[in-house]
């Protein structure tokens, strides 16, 4: 595996500082990575910032989370080191993140309460820095995601370059038509297959996603009022959590809250993650992918939400911000997992005030 970075690697870089973070001379830019698969991409994104006149700073992140995992004793897992984490959200004025799973099973064997409870201590800082407008999330190619896909590395590699190198003013004009029209509106239904889900987004403003937080990206995403959902929903795609696969969801709501679910597969692990606290019962988010480079699901939430023609609902906690979120009466939670329903199957249909919008996998009004 060559360290050097191609030339696709230094179009993304450019993508990230240039399109999503606009960065600035004299700008502090901390960049990290979990793995050195990712190191050709994080070194071109280290060049790019000091040819802009910006501080760059890398941080290789080796992950010993299953030793951790397995020994650490209570005081161990209730210890947060809160100047280190507060200083990793305080110090950059931007944040490039590069995920690069070495193994995507890692803590498979590890209860789930240890992992929640981490999750719970931890999330305040992680919260911190999604609150903030300038930070870059990607997930770079390993041998482990590949498995996960069922692909090869070298179709991934192709793939993961053809999804993210997209023309996002092209995205951009498409996307915020889309959320035009649901600012406007104030019910949501969905219909497919096993499912009937209605929810009010009166009051709530949508966030066309084109490039500025997500590398790929290609939705528009919104904040239900979370105490509205009402009726049943099926998810037809494969997820993951906490290293868990979930998939074959069935949920059941009624004044917002999760009343009933199953999953065919992990249905153990999905009765944990919707016990983790009251907010982990009620929607976070509806999302529409419109990102048609990618068709097919990979068992990663950062592709599979950005589908093109697919939706997305997440469990657990809303954004803050004012498009996408919800400055005020916002549902809190611990989590926040995106759960993804294919809406390309024939009879799906997602509507906005009784018209549609989204139609067996084609949004509709010449989008």
């Known amino acids: 595996m060559t360290m050097n970075p191609t030339k696709k690697d230094f179009q993304l870089a450019k993508i990230f500082l240039n399109h999503s973070l606009q960065l600035k001379s004299k700008e502090k830019l901390l960049i990290t990575s979990s793995d050195n698969y990712a190191t050709p991409l994080v070194k071109a994104v280290y060049i790019e910032a000091l040819k802009l006149g910006a501080y760059p700073l890398v941080e290789m992140q080796t992950d010993f989370s299953y030793q951790f995992f397995q020994l650490a004793n209570n005081w161990q897992l209730n210890y947060i080191p809160k100047e280190i984490l507060e200083a990793r959200v305080n110090w950059p004025d931007a944040y490039v993140r590069i995920v690069a799973e070495k193994n995507i099973k890692e803590l498979n064997q590890i209860p789930k309460e240890k992992l929640l409870l981490r999750s719970k201590l931890l999330r305040p800082y992680s919260d911190k820095m999604i609150d903030k407008d300038r930070w870059i999330l990607t997930d770079y190619p390993t041998p482990a995601m590949a498995q996960e896909a069922g692909v090869s590395l070298d179709w991934l590699m192709d793939f993961y370059y053809r999804a993210c190198l997209v023309d996002y003013e092209k995205m951009k004009k498409q996307l915020i038509k889309i959320e035009k029209i649901l ?152 989590i926040h997992w995106d759960i993804v329903k294919d809406m390309r199957k024939k009879g799906s249909v997602l509507y906005v005030d009784g018209k549609p919008l989204l139609k067996e996998g084609k949004l509709i009004n010449n989008l």
């Open 183 to 334: 600012d406007k509106g104030k019910r949501v239904r969905i219909i497919g297959e096993k499912t009937d889900l209605s929810f009010s987004i009166e009051g709530r403003l949508a966030q066309a996603a084109y490039g500025e937080r997500n590398i790929p990206d290609g939705e528009v995403f919104l904040a239900p009022l979370h105490l509205t959902t009402e009726g049943y929903i099926y998810f037809d795609m494969p997820s993951s959590i906490y290293s868990s696969d979930v998939s074959g969801i069935y949920l059941e709501f009624k004044k917002g809250k999760v009343v009933k679910a199953r999953a065919n597969i992990g249905n153990e692990s999905l009765q944990k993650i919707i016990e983790t606290d009251n907010g982990a019962r009620y929607l976070g988010e509806l999302g529409i992918g419109a990102n048609y480079e990618i068709k097919n699901a990979m068992k990663n939430t950062l592709f599979d939400e950005k589908i093109g023609g697919t939706i997305h609902l997440a469990l657990g906690r809303s954004y803050k911000e004012k498009h996408g979120g919800a400055p005020q009466g916002g549902n809190e939670s611990a």
